[in-house]
């Protein structure tokens, strides 16, 4: 068996009557990368604070870097980096300040300081914004810092909630580069995301989680494995999706599927035919979830 | 992109590295922030002019009342500003940036101790600036060196406490225009105090809130060191006040920092 870099056994948080967590099983392999996927409010936000010491957790065992997270509280902090959902940076100060900031507290000399914020804001491609005040910056250069901040040292694991959230594609883009690079160096990544192409393009394994449990795991293969076959897809005349049909992919079911849409749909209705995406298991898990909360 | 070479380091910074750096960023934060500063100075200034020439005539035709008046705005002016820290803290603790500092192994309650020893240090630049320009619209104290330095220990030590008591307040409040308005209603004590008018001028009742809140002992210890007029015991119900507010607040602080562990 490899080594575990989180293992979460039983993980269970209410916040007063709200129950968030409930019973939350996790274990991620050193040097993979691990996406945690759910809809708004499922309790993604909170996995990452037990995770990384800012809340404790009510019950079960939750170990990261082999500490636990409650009783070797300090040598957990000594393993991670955590990125949070909003910017981690002083918008009064500039990136340069924020960085060297870190360096000290993480116990840099101020030569060893100076040296590795400059390494970093050439990595992230700062240099040129070094001494302007982070509130003037865009998003994507918040982020940039954010995550330059997180490398300051390194730590064997990661932690990055919403890493993306907000930005353009091409920020999207460069952010991803230097996740797989992370991971390249055999620095454990734990991500949470509600994009289902960056679980897909980053991850190794995906969990979803909603209404507080893991309600599907695995690598992105087997999720859509899990949906099956093929997904008939209907278009209308103006390109517009009209309708999704999922089958298992046998002609027979395909055929069955089409003879019924034929029925219900106008005549020039286009139809195709692609492997499910992430986006079908997700929508499958959460609104089947969904639905049962409801009755 | 080139490959961003990795660190590997497990020293972290030592208990007294981790204050100075958090009093530097504090300091730092304070002087980028303009507007707070130039109020934080410009505030006594406008003070002392008000209460000395337009309120001061009507209160004490002889022209005294500035003698009088200026213990007053020195710790109304010190409120203020220690008031802000609990917008700093405020603002803090609802950004991003103290889970980052809870996350590293290092003491994170020293955010706090940064806001407040920045906040010592504009309060003192603000009561230098009351003090000189006391002196300019007729402040003539009868203090020798020793009573001065005693009453500017009194007012550090009241700067320092009423600053701890809005860190507490900061953490506690929910966003920064909150902690600014609670901040806001502790402001109106000095006004319910001997800082402007004699309470025995004041009805009965009043004189009752009046003469038992910390502000009034505060006063009267300074005026006295200041300007001669009888201290009796309120040198140590002074102390005492001061002492007791800043020890609950020390504790508050140290509670609701932990309290407040990820929860926004």
Redesign the interface.
């Known amino acids: 068996m490899s080594k575990l870099a989180i293992d979460v056994k039983g993980l269970r948080k209410k ?1 007063g009557s709200h129950v968030v967590l409930n019973g939350i099983d996790i274990s991620v392999p050193v040097g993979t990368v691990y996406a945690l996927l759910g809809p708004n409010g499922a309790g993604k936000t909170t996995l990452i ?1 037990i995770l ?5 957790p009510d019950e079960g065992s939750v170990k990261v870097a082999g500490y636990d997270v409650v009783s070797e509280k ?1 040598k957990v ?2 393993s ?3 990125t ?7 918008e ?2 500039t990136s340069e ?1 924020n960085l060297q ?2 360096c ?5 000399t101020i030569a060893e300081s100076r040296t ?1 914020t400059d ?2 804001l ?2 992230f ?1 700062l240099t040129a914004a070094a001494k302007k ?1 982070v509130k003037t910056y865009s998003g994507g250069m918040r982020r940039r810092l954010d995550l330059a ?6 730590r064997p694991v990661l932690f990055l909630d919403e890493p993306t959230t907000g930005l353009d594609t091409i920020s999207r883009r ?1 952010l991803w ?2 996740i797989l ?2 991971k390249a ?1 055999g ?1 454990t990544i734990f991500l949470t995301t509600q994009y289902l192409e960056e679980a897909d393009q980053l991850a190794d394994r995906i969990a979803v989680i909603n209404g507080g449990h893991v309600v599907a795991s695995g690598t992105a293969n087997d999720l859509k494995s899990k949906l099956g076959g093929e997904v008939i897809e209907l278009h209308n005349s103006n390109e517009e999706l009209i309708g999704t049909v999922s089958t298992t992919g046998t002609i027979h079911d395909i055929r069955l599927s089409l003879n019924e849409l034929a029925l219900k749909y106008p005549q020039e209705t286009r139809v195709s035919i692609r492997k499910p995406s992430l986006d079908d298991v997700f929508l499958l898990l959460t609104s089947k979830k969904l639905e049962e909360s409801l009755s | 992109m080139t490959n961003i070479t990795p660190r590997a380091f497990t020293k972290s910074s030592s208990f007294g590295l981790t204050n100075a750096v958090f009093i530097g960023r504090s300091i730092r934060l304070s002087l980028r922030n303009t507007e707070a500063l130039i109020m934080a100075i410009m505030l006594p200034v406008m003070l002392m002019l008000l209460f000395t020439y337009v309120f001061g005539g009507a209160i004490d035709p002889g022209g005294n009342y500035v003698n009088y008046v200026v213990p007053g705005i020195i710790l109304l002016c010190a409120g203020f500003g220690s008031a802000s820290t609990a917008v700093d803290v405020a603002h803090d603790m609802t950004n991003g940036i103290i889970d980052r500092f809870r996350t590293m192994p290092i003491q994170s309650l020293s955010v706090i101790t940064g806001h407040v020893v920045a906040s010592l240090a504009r309060n003192s630049l603000a009561t230098a600036v009351v003090i000189g320009v006391a002196f300019l619209v007729g402040f003539r104290p009868s203090a020798n060196a020793i009573e001065w330095l005693a009453a500017l220990g009194i007012i550090i030590l009241f700067i320092l406490t009423f600053t701890w008591l809005f860190a507490a307040i900061g953490l506690v409040s929910g966003s920064p225009s909150a902690a600014s308005s609670y901040g806001f209603a502790l402001l109106f004590l000095p006004y319910l105090s001997s800082a402007f008018v004699p309470t025995d001028t004041m009805p009965n009742w009043l004189q009752g809130v009046a003469n038992h809140q910390p502000i009034t002992p505060v006063i009267e210890t300074i005026r006295g060191l200041l300007t001669g007029t009888p201290i009796h015991d309120q040198a140590w119900w002074a102390i005492g006040w001061c002492s007791f507010i800043l020890l609950t607040s020390l504790i508050w602080c140290f509670i609701a920092f932990q309290k407040k562990a990820g929860r926004r």
């Open positions: 916040f604070h990384s010491t800012l809340v404790a300090n902090k000594q991670i980096s955590l949070g959902q909003f910017a981690a940076v002083d009064m100060l300040e900031m870190i000290r507290l993480s116990g840099l590795r390494e970093l050439k990595h491609d005040l901040i997180s490398l300051v040292v390194s460069a580069e230097i690079q992370l160096q620095i």
